[in-house]
């Protein structure tokens, strides 16, 4: 992975750019470290049923069980993944830690249950949208699904490819499309990278093939949905739909005046 950081360069305790190991050097002006955390599983010693990873987390099987009597989950918790032909890896998402704590406890009740959710990150910052999932620590090619200026207008898909596989989708204001990866990640029919640039080449974005292997639709039945539901949107408001709005805020109304005329009738005995 090239985009690893080797050295910061600064003058006058201010930093001034970022060199990479391919060599490039990149201005900054401001350099955020995201150095995750180190598990504390020091009360835990290893030996030879208990086995931990380089950076102190359990090695647990498919089954988040580390040995007989002793199950790990969430951050101390490194895991064969399936999606990923059973990489062992450690997810430091708190989505993925509420699975691991309900996969873990299944197995310690007797109820065999293999881990094989597909990783899924979200936050919001900003009014920005950024959603995320699989798993890429490394990757030979970035493919954008973008306009011209999606970039600089962060609205775009980014697919995270290492031989012609797609390992992780992230995006920013474009949802549902990382949904929507998930669940064909998690369904094996995740497309190649090939077959996704291949629809942005042909659609202008992989949107439609994405939907159409969810749900079997073709491109132009997804189109005349969404016009259908563009125009549906539009039609003016009905005598129905004012009356069923009606029928909701009446009772809103009539609570809030009893509320008005019981505090109102309290100040004039009070005040007699």
């Not at 360069?9 to 955020?32: C, F, R």
């Not at 987390?57 to 490194?78: E, I, M, Q, W």
């Not at 132009?220 to 009356?243: F, G, H, R, W």
Request: with cysteine; charged share 25%.
């Amino acid at each position: 992975m090239q985009a690893t950081a080797i050295e910061f360069k600064g003058n006058e305790g201010k930093v001034t750019s970022v060199i990479l190991k391919s060599g490039e050097e990149l201005k900054a002006d401001v350099v955020v470290i995201g150095a995750g955390i180190r598990p504390s599983t020091a009360f835990v010693k290893e030996s030879d049923m208990i086995k931990k990873s380089r950076d102190q987390s359990f090695l647990v099987d498919k089954y988040l069980k580390v040995t007989d009597g002793l199950y790990a989950a969430g951050d101390v918790a490194s895991y064969p993944l399936v999606f990923l032909d059973n990489k062992i890896v450690r997810i430091e998402h708190w989505g993925m830690s509420q699975i691991h704590g309900k996969i873990a406890a299944l197995n310690m009740l007797g109820k065999t249950t293999p881990c094989d959710k597909v990783p899924v990150f979200w936050t919001t910052q900003y009014g920005k949208s950024l959603r995320y999932c699989g798993h890429a620590h490394e990757w030979d090619e970035l493919v954008f699904d973008k306009e011209s200026d999606g970039l600089e207008k962060l609205t775009f898909v980014a697919y995270y490819v290492k031989d012609d596989k797609i390992l992780a989708v992230a995006s920013m204001n474009k949802d549902p499309i990382v949904a929507q990866c998930a669940q064909l990640m998690g369904e094996g029919k995740m497309p190649s990278a090939k077959t996704i640039k291949e629809a942005i080449a042909k659609d202008k974005t992989s949107s439609f093939l994405l939907q159409e292997l969810l749900t079997g639709r073709k491109k132009t039945d997804i189109v005349k949905s969404d016009d259908k539901t563009t125009q549906s949107d539009k039609k003016p408001e009905t005598e129905k739909t004012k009356s069923n709005n009606i029928h909701y805020i009446l009772p809103i109304v009539v609570l809030a005046a009893s509320i008005m005329a019981y505090y109102l009738l309290n100040f004039a005995r009070k005040y007699k």
